[in-house]
């Protein structure tokens, strides 16, 4: 495929002469534009397994072909989205959906197309066939202490397949809470959530880190245990030193100013990992950039600066993308996505952070919004093509991608009923 | 049936007893206790054909057991509820979920029982097994001719279905719409779903009424064609005098005063039906009054004082639960709801419309508070329970549901495995 | 006027027959009915100094007849409202609207009237003619050290108003924040949030507590230093062990689950003061109870459960009424606003915890249901009635005071046109 | 002025490099770059008389300087943007804030500096001196005929004084409704008000047109009579050919898909006026642009392709700038708000609106965004700038007004505590 790829670049008259105007505009407001190019070609952002089939909502799912119906059809369709963008050298599983039968062999496919193990992703929101007790009423907050126990033993499980992987740290996503005013207690519940999370936190090996998520509703919808960064902060900081908030972007009530969120968690040392998407209503978990791309464009700016600044001394974060492809090609839908998230770390790379502080010591509000706007609206495709180009990837990879009828390939290999373990 | 619940209701010499201290407090104020007490027993709503099993989230679905698994098993649940509340005479179906194979023989199951069938349900957001088009991008709404014509084929259908076992109106809920920007042009969907709409309610018998439902998201999260209650007028009016909007509680924005639309629905001659259920977030489909009864409360005394004001010439409209039920067992919470909806129905009653009207028109704001909250905070249950006990029910139908042990009966009866069809 | 009251309430018959009755009820579910009048006659609530005039919006300001225009006015009118309702024996003194001119006069004014001083609260949001400073770009928070010092300093004033006047607590409500992307540096303005609050705990007496407000917007509308609860913990567990967060009901997002804050933060013994309120859309400022009943009692067994169970060791709780009167005579509304109040509690004193619990460890949903309902939907005026009779209060305060013409006296001692202070 | 925005015009050579660059470009993808420019030229939005001073909140208003004191001060601020920006050659009057005392005269200023009168705008929303009859419960929605013909009154002088001014349009803007459930009888303030509107369209001149603005809530809390842009069409179709409806980018519950609404008025042929503004949280009234600009983006889509398919024959649109401007100087803040308008509008009219549709019509959602996205994407600032250029406008109007020193010559001439009427 590289390839196939090379020659498609090869034919990119436009981009050199975009690249080029681009490069000179920049240069005169002083950006060292190689080094964006550079950061863009290393920024990576892991695709979780549940990933790459068609998703679905309550009211039912409509497959796409060719989906992959195991573990090693999806690491191979990650490669297919690493080869093509170079932004997506990580796959993040999903246990149990994605138990690797023999992990070193999981494990040296993945190397084998240049693809790392990122943070593995436990779940007690479903029940399993033949599992002991049910997480209908919960788990790592149970009031029953056999079905926590069975909650933290799976955690613990995810932790020893995600270390044979060479995976450094497990997110945990709880649909814990409830969903009528009366049926949880709310102050036992997060107490055992605490206790629950410690107990995975000994299971641990020394180096690996803990991402607490939190989200405020759904599955359950009255409440949830960890409604909000504010609750998983707390947990965080009883937990351990190597636990940290995630951060998924879904996962806020309307109007939430979540930037002010990024920074205060940066600020205090905690911030551990960062799921994208977009949405419009709820955890809508739409490509990332599709709907409220200068949100996401401010988001960065705190991540830039606040990792830039990194006084508290947060760990490398996670990144990874959470969304749901209910509609479009999955792999094409991904693409977007990392495309949509090169374009927003590209454009507030652009801010000139100095100018910036000027204005804000100055009070000069105007000031301010002319120079994260002079940022945005700056057309940073081609020093997003590019950073594709340097390290080997598609110029256009959705062009390439349809150009080299991938998707039709793989209906040929895998049928148009092959259906994909996930949501 | 009837009998164990004869013997439950004797022993009520506590209801009596309060009954009785209510009605002195009630009459001192002039109330008709007596009317109420009939205007309780005599109100009726229906069950839909997809409520008696456990309902789901996206992220999954627990089990109850002895769920009904075919609509002989439904409508006898339906049934069940019906002696328990004596609020329920009436099933509504969802096809092709619910397809009876022999209408008459179904007819005759719901008569014996004392169940009439009310509004029918067509479902154009799901693909069914060797469908010939796919709903995926749309029904009613679709840019292809072919897969609106089969949408109107299935609605055609459901009239048929419905008109065979005494229906009189068809409801029409559309997940129509796009999940991205650009996806749909928003007015060609609009003017398709125009045209459609119109071709099915030709195919409806001169006496039926059709209900057009509206809702801002879910499951599509971008753009749903019927957005809200005046795009859903708009159609209804463009659609004929026998179309109506539905209202559904749980289809609106954070914050909407929903009692507003009822009231300007009603004045205007266009409100035909109300799904009843709750939410705290979105369509989150929970127990009526379970989260906010005061709002409950509100939009009954627009209903009531609309259907008492009925210049405009609005049908008897048809009521619904439509709730999802993911933790209790769905037959107490279906009369969780029905209680719920005659605690805000009595209460409602209860208000004192010429002392309001006076305090209105005097501008008297604290009185006129004063007025609504009196009526609200009285303790209506003995009437309410009374209403039941009137007409054979059960004072308390789910401590009699429970000392009957209906539910092990259906769990030895049908299995733990058994599962209903629905979301 | 106690006499009046006494007068007014003598003709009770109807009210001891309804308590008589429901005294009965209760008792057969074994509720000690004495001892939940007792706490509802000890439930104080403060009435801030602003609350006695109009409010208005950014969009006006409509005039009631005889406001109070100077301090003596003010606590003048607490008394009114304290001798009718003997639930508001307390007030809350904004500064520098109403700065005493002699602090001990006035101090013998409240008492002579039965009222104390409760937390007093400093205003940084506005400019008082003269100031050095402006605080258009935020005043804890400030960039410039100038206008923290002043801002500081300003608190300090308010704390030794305070000390004189008997209060024990400040509460800091910053407007500080930024209208647009990029105006302000999120860390930084944190960082000097967290300093200025550090040096006005310094100037408290050893005695004194800290309550620490959040608001997620308005009168900024892109973002506010102090977000939410999850920003104020921090900052109150920063700034000592006696700085506290106080939740004001109006300050969040649409749908926040409230009463799960409240759980959290007297969980981590860090709650401190409670702003009442309700609210459909924002920070309305609406009357307690008259949007969402059910909510603010569910709040109320959070707070009732959480202080009974007061493991963390919070302090006990300051209560007050934040609303804005811009439609009715405030006398009133605050009167209607005590009764919510009083009727919300009473409605959570009857939850039966122990049933309750056992209801929640057997996960059975619809009976932890019918528990919360089932103390809910009891009418407990006369229990709220006979908790103001016990103190020599008005059985029906809105009666008597419209009974005695207050408010057209206090018009013909200060006429049409006067003016409070305040918003 | 304008010589000199010539002078600082003429040192543009990095302009005209980079539109050189841009219009190569865009001609490789079929655009007509100059139609596009044209289009920009021709584009003019109204600034209302109530929008040169500094705005504020409810919790207080901080000065800028130099603020007009009255309507002659206010054209002439008018004329300063109209020069920078080429794009303001209107502007709306607010009465009773505004009104001229002599009419010819002010239309002679307005003319001289190139300047027409837009629609006029009526104020029932707070009362004058001297007022008859209070609007504190509402006007053309009141229960008292007396007030309602008071506004009435009011709407016609206001026709009377645009009408000798040139503005062909009436916009109603009503706070009317309630703070608290029970306080108005929905229906009955609802048949007011189409009365009353009735009654107002009578008074127009033949030419006028009307346009009926909606609003969720503020300045009420509980309900406005004109909630939804539902009621807006409803009333306007009752009211006549002539009246329209009016949207307001802030008036709309949280997540609202507006571009939606404006497709459906248009749609229908009543899309009369439109009023820009941004917003987080509420009616936040900030800069255009300033928070979600690819919503702006997608509506002017919406508009564009609406008016360019008006085969339900809309009028020309009103245009208008609705923002308080609260922290910056108003002319800057509306030059930015400007500049964003054009913006949005270059991007939208780059949409390849005719492979959109092919990517419609054969469901590939990925190209749909793709193409949405290339548009957006495209930084367009060289086609706005040349369109001013073009024009005698400044390439850089903020830059401008600081090197010419408006503000201080501002002051200069007015002082720093001149105060304009308004919010």
Known sequence: MKEKIQELNARNERHVHQLSHLGEELEVKGVNVDRIIKDLSDFQVAVPSWALGAGGTRFGRFRIGGEPSNLEEKIHDVGIINDLTGTADAISLHIPWDIPDDPSA????????????????????????????????????????????????????????????????????????????????????????????????????????????????????YHTVIQDWGTSFLLANETGDRAYTLVDLGHHLPNTNIENIVSTLIYQGKLGGFHFNDSKYGDDDLTVGSIKPYQLFLIFNELIYGMNNNVADNPALAWMIDASHNLKDPIEDLMQSLDAILVARAKALLIDQEKLKVAQLNQDVVECQQILQDAYRTDVRPLVAESRIKVGAALDPIHAYRSLEIRNNLIAKRGMDSSASGL
Not at 144 to 151: E, G, L, T
Not at 212 to 221: A, G, Q, R, S, V
């Open 106 to 221: 999981t494990k040296q496919q993945a190397e084998s197309l240049g693809l790392k193990f990122d943070a593995v992703n436990s779940n007690t929101f479903q029940d399993q066939p033949n599992q002991a007790h049910s997480y209908k009423f919960g788990s790592l907050c149970n009031e029953n202490k056999s079905v926590r126990d069975q909650a933290i033993e799976h955690n613990s499980e995810v932790i020893d397949i995600g270390n044979a992987l060479g995976s450094k740290a497990i997110t945990v996503w709880l649909a814990d809470g409830s969903s009528f005013p009366g049926q949880a207690n709310f102050r036992r519940t997060l107490g055992h959530t605490a206790d629950s999370l410690a107990q995975i936190y000994q299971r641990m090996p020394d180096d690996w880190s803990m991402f607490i998520e939190y989200k405020p509703y759904e599955p359950n919808f």
